[in-house]
T-cell receptor
Framework: DSGVTQTPKHLITATGQRVTLRCSPR?????VYWYQQSLDQGLQFLIQ???????AKGNILERFSAQQFPDLHSELNLSSLELGDSALYFC?????????????FGQGTRLTVV | QQQVKQSPQSLIVQKGGISIINCAYE??????FPWYQQFPGKGPALLIA?????SEKKEGRFTISFNKSAKQFSLHIMDSQPGDSATYFC?????????????FGQGTELSVKP
């Protein structure tokens, strides 16, 4: 158990809908990262928050947004969902905001858009 | 320049054999190179990591070899066991001032036959 908790584990929704994925980082970790894993794209970095502030952005679609709350949990919001958004979404956390720190991954949320 | 190229895509090794997975990168700003292990239905878990100031790091049966001039690094799994069957990802990250995002290779599916 990595100590990173993601909910829900599975989500099935229809095209055009909006969903929210939730992540609780390991105790003491201030950085939260979101990654998308798909068969064709592999593991892709989406966005990083550190202590409530956005720190780095990857190839995150404009339909996607995230935030980190004062209690350090994070939410990833996906809207106007398309079939191609079906993927595993992982949250990871680390102590600091910079590189070189071990990132601990949650078990992921499997999103299926039908 | 942000890519990390990983090979092979899949690997079959006999129990007791050596598994070797290779990665190459272009971005000279990368200076943290972790390897992650992922079992089906689980999130990636850090296996071992290296910085460019050393050419080799060993932890148990797992060894990273690093060639800074060639911008290549590899994972060696000695005495491979069926329990090592998983997908392995190399990754790279700049350490300073660019956030902690990881750029992942495409993954190698390792199967260790008894």
């Amino acid at each position: 158990d990595s100590g990173v908790t993601q909910t829900p584990k599975h989500l099935i929704t229809a095209t055009g809908q909006r969903v929210t994925l939730r992540c609780s980082p390991r105790s003491g970790d201030l950085s939260v990262y979101w990654y998308q894993q798909s068969l064709d794209q592999g593991l892709q970095f989406l966005i990083q928050y550190y202590n409530g502030e956005e720190r780095a952005k990857g190839n995150i679609l404009e339909r996607f947004s995230a935030q980190q709350f004062p209690d350090l949990h994070s939410e990833l919001n996906l809207s106007s969902l398309e079939l191609g958004d079906s993927a595993l979404y992982f949250c990871a956390s680390s102590v600091n905001w910079d590189g070189g720190n071990e990132a601990f991954f949650g078990q992921g949320t499997r999103l299926t858009v039908v | 320049q942000q890519q990390v190229k990983q090979s092979p895509q899949s690997l079959i090794v006999q129990k007791g054999g050596i598994s070797i997975i290779n990665c190459a990168y272009e971005n000279t700003a990368f200076d943290y190179f972790p390897w992650y292990q992922q079992f089906p239905g689980k999130g990636p878990a850090l296996l071992i990591a290296i910085r460019p100031d050393v050419s080799e790091k060993k932890e148990g049966r797992f060894t990273i070899s690093f060639n800074k001039s060639a911008k290549q690094f590899s994972l060696h799994i000695m005495d491979s066991q069926p329990g090592d069957s998983a997908t392995y990802f190399c990754a790279a990250s700049p350490v300073y001032n660019q956030g902690g995002k990881l750029i992942f290779g495409q993954g190698t599916e390792l199967s260790v036959k008894p």
